[in-house]
């Protein structure tokens, strides 16, 4: 058992059987009145936030949390293949554990996987990736009086979208976090 005074950004709490992650936390001592630990702490599985304070000294239960990284490798049915880089082992994430990050993944790729006591629990990304346009509309000649967008279908199936500018077969990079266009891969 551990204590608040463990608490630190990215520890992640056992607490009513769910798991938290600690985003940020603050230890206070205010003049009159015993100190306690004011955390902000998201949910692993499903990314809620919530403030908690807890009594200076309080017991908590810190889990293990495990970080490594993982090549994609194939989807099999509602499951992703992923490979340890580490030991070539290779587990298969649910597909409601990869959530959104579908969109983005490429054969190949390398992610970092959070593990808890061997099950995985959510999928880092890098911040951007490229991927190929497979579809889109051509752009209007002559309309530039606002910078327009159209929709457009990238490799992994996910629809964005981008500049009128950008043709089936360019290579975007894409902010894995909110899905959103950044430029052409040069």
Avoid at 34 to 54: P, Q
Wanted: proline share 4%; charged share 25%.
């Amino acid at each position: 058992m551990a204590s608040t005074a463990d608490i630190k950004n990215g520890v992640v709490l056992s607490i009513d059987g769910q798991l938290w992650n600690v985003i940020e936390f603050q230890h206070v001592k205010p003049g009159k009145g015993g100190a306690f630990v004011r955390t902000k702490l998201k949910n692993v599985i499903s990314g809620k936030v919530v403030d908690r304070t807890y009594n200076a000294g309080a017991k908590i239960d810190i889990e293990n949390v495990d970080r490594r990284d993982f090549t994609y490798l194939y989807a099999d049915g509602d499951g992703f293949v992923f490979m340890d880089t580490s030991d070539y082992d290779q587990i298969t994430v649910p597909g409601p554990t990869v959530g959104d990050a579908k969109n983005f993944l490429l054969e190949n790729q390398q992610v970092t996987i959070a593990l808890n006591n061997g099950n995985p629990l959510y999928i880092d990304l890098p911040a951007s990736v490229t991927l190929e346009v497979t579809y889109t509309e051509p752009g209007l000649q002559g309309d530039r009086s606002s910078a327009g967008t159209k929709p457009a279908t990238v490799e992994t199936g996910y629809e964005m979208q981008v500049p009128l500018f950008v043709e089936t077969g360019t290579k975007i990079k894409v902010d894995t976090r909110t899905g959103d266009y950044l430029g052409r891969e040069k």
